[in-house]
């Protein structure tokens, strides 16, 4: 298949993938499976080369080629499908979660500071609230899009925690973060992090990108984008932030820990 064959096969399942964001969403979502290299190799040839792919191996010279050439290209052309389906997928929450709950309109600063009680019985401010909400439907929505486009090479809301001994960030099943959020195992997250979107080579250890999702309450266009969270309440212009600990946790440049946000798009 040739590269601009396989260009329109991608954008087709973006725009197919996220056709199923529109309109209800549920509440719920969960860390995606990961498909083997063999497997995506099987059912799409197109993105492999090398001892695991089932297409026809040239000439070893043609092969190395081959490779460093597919290697980029995928690697530009996923980039692009990703934040394609990221952006969109914040677009439509902000847009779903305010027609759900507040007219379509964006609140007001006095409605973002109302205390409303959370589904765990918690007190919280409605902006906070309204930040579960929407991030709840643009996860569930980055879920299908991104299984279109790169099956297996994702994790939703994973929880990565540090080795005691190397410090070494891996990842833990849902059933061990359910059993560690117990009270008397809390001590076993200190330091663990769970950004929304990890990208990766389909070993999770193998991180590649991180998005997490940033939403505002009120109308903010005009006092600019959401930054990233501190790491303490009082933080100075110089203190390290959420993604100073996404850079240092899977050792990544700061161009590969990224912020999505509706109307701005992906951003550092």
Same mark, same amino acid.
């Given at each position: 298949?040739?590269?601009?064959?396989?260009?329109?096969?991608?954008?087709?399942? %973006?725009?197919?993938? $996220?056709?199923?964001?529109?309109?209800?969403?549920?509440?719920?979502?969960?860390?995606?499976?990961? &498909?083997? %290299?063999?497997?995506?190799?099987?059912?799409?040839?197109?993105?492999?080369?090398?001892?695991?792919?089932?297409?026809?191996?040239? #000439?070893?010279?043609?092969?190395?080629? $081959?490779?460093?050439?597919?290697?980029?290209?995928?690697?530009?052309?996923?980039?692009?499908?990703? *934040?394609?389906? $990221?952006?969109?997928?914040?677009?439509?929450?902000?847009?779903?979660?305010?027609? #759900?709950?507040?007219?379509?309109?964006?609140?007001?600063?006095?409605?973002?500071?109302?205390?409303?009680?959370?589904?765990?019985?918690?007190? %919280?401010?409605?902006?906070?609230?309204?930040?579960?909400?929407?991030?709840?439907?643009?996860?569930?929505?980055?879920? +299908?899009?991104? +299984?279109?486009?790169?099956?297996? #090479?994702?994790?939703?809301?994973?929880?990565?925690?540090?080795?005691?001994?190397?410090?070494?960030?891996?990842?833990?099943?849902? *059933?061990?973060?359910?059993? $560690?959020?117990?009270?008397?195992?809390?001590? *076993?997250?200190?330091?663990?992090?769970?950004? &929304?979107?990890?990208?990766?080579?389909?070993?999770?250890? #193998?991180?590649?990108?991180?998005?997490?999702?940033?939403?505002?309450?009120?109308?903010?266009?005009?006092?600019?984008?959401?930054?990233?969270?501190?790491?303490?309440?009082?933080?100075?212009?110089? +203190?390290?932030?959420?993604?100073?600990?996404?850079?240092?946790?899977?050792?990544?440049?700061?161009?590969?820990?990224?912020?999505?946000?509706?109307?701005?798009?992906?951003? *550092?």
């Amino acid at each position: 298949m040739g590269l601009g064959r396989r260009t329109d096969w991608l954008w087709v399942f %973006v725009a197919v993938g $996220l056709g199923g964001c529109a309109g209800q969403r549920p509440r719920t979502y969960a860390q995606q499976g990961m &498909d083997s %290299v063999s497997n995506t190799c099987r059912t799409q040839p197109a993105l492999c080369v090398g001892p695991e792919s089932v297409v026809p191996v040239p #000439r070893a010279a043609q092969v190395a080629t $081959l490779m460093a050439g597919a290697k980029l290209a995928l690697d530009a052309e996923a980039k692009r499908a990703v *934040e394609s389906v $990221l952006k969109q997928c914040a677009d439509k929450a902000r847009t779903e979660v305010l027609l #759900r709950y507040n007219d379509g309109k964006d609140p007001t600063v006095a409605q973002c500071n109302e205390l409303v009680r959370n589904a765990r019985g918690e007190t %919280v401010s409605r902006a906070i609230w309204l930040g579960e909400q929407l991030h709840a439907v643009a996860l569930a929505c980055a879920g +299908e899009g991104l +299984e279109a486009v790169i099956p297996g #090479r994702f994790s939703i809301e994973p929880t990565y925690r540090p080795a005691q001994r190397t410090g070494t960030f891996t990842p833990l099943s849902h *059933e061990e973060v359910e059993l $560690l959020k117990q009270p008397r195992f809390l001590y *076993e997250l200190k330091g663990a992090v769970s950004p &929304d979107i990890v990208i990766h080579t389909g070993d999770p250890i #193998r991180v590649s990108a991180v998005y997490d999702f940033k939403f505002f309450c009120s109308n903010a266009a005009t006092k600019g984008a959401p930054g990233w969270r501190p790491l303490s309440k009082n933080p100075s212009p110089t +203190e390290p932030t959420q993604k100073n600990t996404y850079m240092d946790a899977f050792n990544l440049a700061p161009g590969q820990v990224l912020r999505v946000i509706p109307r701005w798009g992906v951003l *550092e």
